[in-house]
């Protein structure tokens, strides 16, 4: 019995490897185009699947539809406005004039530019994000093809990584989590390219890309302090090639490259808070949130059961459960510094998790800065895996590229549950701001310029219906605030008010407006207050 | 030239694979609900002044308007269905609370669902005819088990001196296969 499942595991692995020899490609920059192509092609199919290209025209919505809007208006400030990239600004006024501190601004640049020769389009965003997320994905790729070196296997593997709803969602969209981690994830290529290559160029590639990831999203900027990790660690010996020599030959090349990254970093941040001070104006949230005590645990906790499958499929719990009992069994076996990277990307996540934890509970976005921990892991545990199968039998490649295949077809199928859901669902997750898409051209008509302030009531969110009519000024929120009403109707340069439930709205402001009702819009009424 | 068309072969593979899972919808129910004087409900039928048409006008204390009954057929159910509705329709109030509802009861006659699609949004002017077109979405779990029927109609919530005018309405159920 023995013998004869030995010898059918010895025919299937002979008809596996002329199988593996007729599928080679020698040509070496013909395999190069290949292995990109190949895996372009899939992440295309991956995105054509989920649904991403049928929403890409969509304009803000959904979850955290009021932060997306926010991004969105700085966009549209730079193109209306002022093309100063040192003064980002809102259309929701703190200050005088809208501009406030943020993360770097640069797809937010790069849109408005766009807008400049194509004209004013949500679509322009979103697709600069998605084109630098799977500029990322492409390149972590290439990383994994460094180790791996099996395009078809490396596309399997990065597949199984990738296959996020969260991520999905916010690809294309208007946050900068997914850029910052395309960012982040070409500066880790050009990081291990470097420690193979030595080459100069490929260590100030990561410091720009590195620099930029954290430069969008502060919280990137752990992989300098990784970088720094590892380096200690090849200090102290921890990492030896076959002749017992450190990894690490350049150190000072890493070292200025990091620190003149951080500095970058540190110099932005440090400018953004100050430009916030100064224009009174504090719409993006850049410091910590921690928990304080055992209410706003179990409050996290709370919300955090409806996210967590939206993070990650069920299957890919398993893989990443399945990847950590591989690795810490079979340490020895595994590739070093991918080893000492996951490592160090988990405990930078766990430093992460603890100073931003509150966020954690309404913010499903803050999970993709944590996303690189699973990329390594999975890609050490697969290095692991074909270092160890040559020792056993083609079989085991064989097995566990077909259990990844049904993973992905398991987390395919949910991220396009919950891409459809996200989107189908728009008007109850992120509030229904349809009335206000196209009031735009009714204002100007009644003579309403862009430099008109007006007052929106009532909007829960920050300033999404300010956005999507294109009309600086205030919002007021749906609980009635009598106070900020005031506040807002007597700022300086309001000219108008809009809203959405008059009756409301006089219960609060008890002047009589009847008659100075100049527009009405799909249930919105447009007063003249000044 | 072996080796890549085997590649190629692969990749048409996995697009076949993913292509072949994608959503198609199609319609199982389509009603033209006209203006008649025979199927008046609380509405009134109401000549156009400008031209030669009736439409249906529904105001407080009235509530009720035209109304579209369909049974959901015993072979679709847990089957995802939407109620798509087009037509025509007018308000003289700018904050309107017309709405187009729709309601699921089971054989008992108990009430599974109410939705209601807020004309509101529809209405760019008071006093314009507007046309429009929405849906609501009917989830298997509304309908249950056994068989149950749909009924659409014209609602008109709380406010009091609205006029809701209608003019034919579209109604197509169609169903995600």
């Known amino acids: 019995m023995l013998k004869t499942v030995q010898k059918i595991f010895h025919t299937l692995n002979r008809q596996l490897g002329s199988i593996g020899s007729l599928l080679e490609i020698k040509h070496p920059t013909f395999k190069k185009i290949f292995r990109v192509t190949f895996f372009i092609v899939t992440l295309h199919l991956f995105y054509s699947y989920i649904g991403v290209y049928r929403f890409i025209q969509e304009r803000p919505c959904s979850i955290h539809s009021s932060a997306q809007c926010q991004r969105a208006s700085v966009a549209l400030n730079y193109y209306q406005i002022d093309m100063n990239f040192f003064e980002p600004r809102i259309l929701r006024y703190g200050g005088d004039d809208g501009v406030t501190g943020m993360e770097f601004p640069l797809v937010y640049y790069t849109a408005a530019l766009l807008y400049k020769i194509f004209g004013f389009h949500d679509f322009y965003l979103r697709i600069i994000s998605l084109i630098i997320i799977s500029a990322g994905l492409v390149f972590f790729y290439l990383l994994t093809n460094l180790f791996i070196r099996n395009a078809i296997m490396s596309t399997i593997i990065v597949s199984a990584a990738i296959l996020s709803p969260v991520l999905m969602y916010y690809g294309a969209n208007f946050m900068p989590d997914a850029p910052s981690l395309g960012f982040t994830l070409i500066g880790w290529y050009y990081f291990f390219k470097f420690l193979r290559s030595s080459q100069k160029r490929d260590m100030n590639l990561f410091a720009v890309f590195a620099a930029l990831g954290a430069l969008i999203k502060a919280v990137s900027a752990m992989s300098f302090f990784i970088v720094i990790g590892l380096l200690v660690f090849d200090l102290i010996k921890k990492f030896k090639n076959e002749s017992g020599e450190n990894v690490f030959k350049e150190r000072k090349v890493i070292i200025v490259r990091v620190f003149v990254g951080m500095f970058s970093v540190f110099a932005w941040y440090f400018y953004a808070r100050w430009l916030s001070g100064k224009g009174g104006g504090q719409a993006f949230a850049m410091a910590p949130r921690m928990i304080e005590n055992s209410d706003d645990f179990n409050y996290v906790i709370t919300y955090l059961k409806n996210w967590i499958y939206q993070y990650y499929s069920y299957e890919t719990y398993v893989l990443l459960g399945a990847a950590i009992i591989f690795t810490i069994i079979a340490f020895r076996k595994v590739n070093k510094v991918l080893l000492a990277t996951t490592v160090l990307y988990g405990m930078a996540g766990i430093c992460y998790v603890y100073l931003f934890f509150f966020q954690f509970a309404h913010h499903d976005y803050y999970f993709i800065a944590l996303m690189p921990f699973a990329f390594f892991l999975i890609l050490t545990f697969t290095d692991g895996l074909m270092r160890l199968a040559p020792a056993y039998s083609r079989i085991i490649k064989v097995a566990f590229v077909i259990i990844l295949i049904f993973n992905i077809k398991e987390c395919a199928l949910n991220c396009e549950e919950?891409?459809?859901?996200?989107?189908?669902?728009?008007?109850?997750?992120?509030?229904?701001?349809?009335?206000?898409?196209?009031?735009?051209?009714?204002?100007?008509?009644?003579?309403?310029?862009?430099?008109?302030?007006?007052?929106?009531?009532?909007?829960?969110?920050?300033?999404?219906?300010?956005?999507?009519?294109?009309?600086?000024?205030?919002?007021?929120?749906?609980?009635?605030?009598?106070?900020?009403?005031?506040?807002?109707?007597?700022?300086?340069?309001?000219?108008?008010?809009?809203?959405?439930?008059?009756?409301?709205?006089?219960?609060?402001?008890?002047?009589?407006?009847?008659?100075?009702i100049v527009l009405t819009h799909r249930g919105l009424i447009v007063y003249k207050i000044r | 030239m072996l080796k890549f068309l085997s590649k190629i072969i692969s990749v048409c593979f996995v697009v076949v694979c993913f292509i072949s899972c994608s959503d198609r919808y199609k319609t199982v129910q389509e009603q033209f609900v006209e203006v008649n004087r025979s199927d008046l409900k609380d509405d009134t039928l109401i000549k156009d002044s400008g031209s030669a048409f009736y439409f249906s006008r529904l105001s407080k204390p009235n509530s009720f308007g035209r109304l579209y009954v369909y049974k959901y057929p015993e072979d679709q159910i847990g089957k995802e269905h939407y109620v798509v509705f087009s037509g025509k329709t007018r308000t003289n109030y700018a904050e309107s609370n017309s709405t187009i509802s729709l309601a699921v009861h089971d054989k008992k006659g108990e009430q599974l669902c109410w939705k209601s699609i807020f004309l509101r949004r529809h209405f760019t002017d008071i006093n314009k005819w507007v046309y429009f077109k929405d849906s609501i979405r009917i989830d298997p779990k509304y309908i249950g088990k056994k068989s149950a029927t749909v009924s659409c109609m014209l609602y008109l919530a709380r406010s009091t001196n609205e006029n809701f005018d209608f003019d034919t309405l579209h109604v197509t159920v169609k169903e995600k296969e």
């Open chain 1, 418 to 516: 919950n891409y459809f859901f996200r989107f189908d669902s728009r008007e109850y997750l992120g509030g229904d701001y349809r009335p206000y898409y196209d009031i735009e051209p009714k204002l100007r008509a009644i003579g309403i310029t862009r430099k008109d302030k007006v007052v929106s009531a009532f909007d829960n969110s920050y300033s999404s219906s300010l956005y999507f009519m294109n009309q600086p000024g205030f919002t007021v929120e749906e609980v009635y605030q009598r106070d900020t009403i005031m506040t807002a109707m007597r700022a300086p340069g309001v000219k108008y008010l809009v809203t959405n439930d008059s009756a409301k709205f006089n219960r609060i402001y008890l002047k009589d407006l009847a008659n100075k």
